[in-house]
C-alpha cells in the first residue's frame, strides 16, 4: 500500500496550493479518504474527508468554503484544493485511507 502526497510548498497569505494524493496497493473505490494535518506542537487534526463516491464530504469548521476535496477514482487520486491560505494553516497535511493507512505527508507554508 503507498499513499504519495504531493503539491505542498511555500505560499504567500490569500495564495492557493493543490495537493494530490496518488493511491496504490488497495481497491482506492472503496475507501473514504481524507486529508489531515498537524502543525508542529500540535495534535494531528482532520481537515476534510470524501466517500468512495465522492458524493458525500465534510470539513472541518476552520476550512469551510476555503478548501474542497475530491478525488478521481479512475486515476486513484485524491486532492485538496486550499484556497484564501492562512498562517495558521501551516503544517504538514496527511493523506489517509479508511484511517487505515498514511501517506508521509507534504509541507505546506503559509508565510510572507
Known amino acids: 500500500v503507498q499513499l504519495v502526497e504531493s503539491g505542498g510548498g511555500l505560499v504567500q497569505p490569500g495564495g492557493s496550493l493543490r495537493l494530490s494524493c496518488a493511491a496504490s496497493?488497495?481497491?482506492?473505490?472503496?475507501?473514504?479518504m481524507s486529508w489531515y494535518r498537524q502543525a508542529p506542537g500540535k495534535e494531528r487534526e482532520l481537515v476534510a474527508g470524501?466517500?468512495?463516491?465522492?458524493?458525500?464530504?465534510n470539513y472541518a469548521d476552520f476550512v469551510k468554503g476555503r478548501f474542497t476535496i475530491s478525488r478521481d477514482n479512475a486515476k486513484n487520486t485524491v486532492y485538496l484544493q486550499m484556497n484564501s491560505l492562512k498562517p495558521e494553516d501551516t503544517a504538514v497535511y496527511y493523506c489517509?485511507?479508511?484511517?487505515?493507512?498514511w501517506g508521509q505527508g507534504t509541507q505546506v507554508t503559509v508565510s510572507s
Open positions: 496497493g488497495f481497491t482506492f473505490s472503496s475507501y473514504v
Open positions: 470524501i466517500s468512495n463516491s465522492g458524493g458525500n464530504r
Open positions: 489517509n485511507a479508511g484511517r487505515k493507512y
